[in-house]
């Protein structure tokens, strides 16, 4: 055995990458085009876990969806995932390691379609030039962010504008829209 203790006596030049020499298919889940999905609904040392086996190469897909530890329906989607969603939220355990947890990571796919669905909303009810603008500013975050690695922020259009801001402005421009309307029936020339 080895008395030595402290760092490694070399270093290494470069971080291991898996699959360096294997030629990757951009399309193939996991390649640019099509990322992996995020990670939800466990705690943080679990997706901390998942993540590290994305990273390295260790990360297995679910081909098939996975029985529910709790309820045992064929409802869980995401790999290493113990619990469905239903259940973990329910019980409001980690879905992978099924342990009391209060801040789960990540949100839910129902959250997330509602939020897209108020912004769309929203934009729908804004006047034109703020419609445009807004469009603009959600496309000049898509291709910011194309360029890069994907990231946790994978709606900057959330980001930049709320959907409840978006809400006031356009009820506040549709309030001076009436007050227009009012002013102009008003007066007779």
Same mark, same amino acid.
């Given at each position: ?16 990458? =898996? ?15 099509? =990322? ?113 690695? =994907? ?37 007779? =020339?």
């Amino acid at each position: 055995m080895s008395s030595r203790h402290g760092p490694p006596k070399h270093q290494n030049q470069y971080a291991w990458k =898996p699959k360096a020499g294997v030629k990757i298919n951009e399309t193939e889940v996991g390649g640019r085009f099509r =990322p992996f999905s995020e990670v939800t609904g466990v705690c943080l040392r679990c997706k901390e876990q998942i993540e590290w086996k994305r990273k390295y190469g260790k990360y297995k897909q679910l081909t098939e969806p996975a029985k529910c530890q709790r309820c045992t329906k064929r409802n869980v989607r995401q790999a290493y995932h113990n619990l469905c969603t239903a259940c973990a939220k329910e019980q409001k355990v980690c879905a992978k390691c099924s342990c009391h947890v209060e801040h789960i990571i990540g949100r839910d796919i129902t959250e997330v379609e509602a939020e897209q669905k108020k912004l769309e909303e929203a934009i729908n009810n804004a006047r034109e030039r703020e419609r445009r603008t807004l469009l603009r500013a959600m496309n000049k975050g898509k291709s910011q962010t194309s360029g890069k690695a =994907p990231s946790d922020d994978k709606d900057k259009a959330a980001n930049l504008v709320t959907a409840g801001a978006l809400q006031e402005s356009a009820e506040a421009g549709r309030d001076d829209e009436d007050d227009d309307n009012s002013n102009d029936e008003g007066q007779s =020339p």
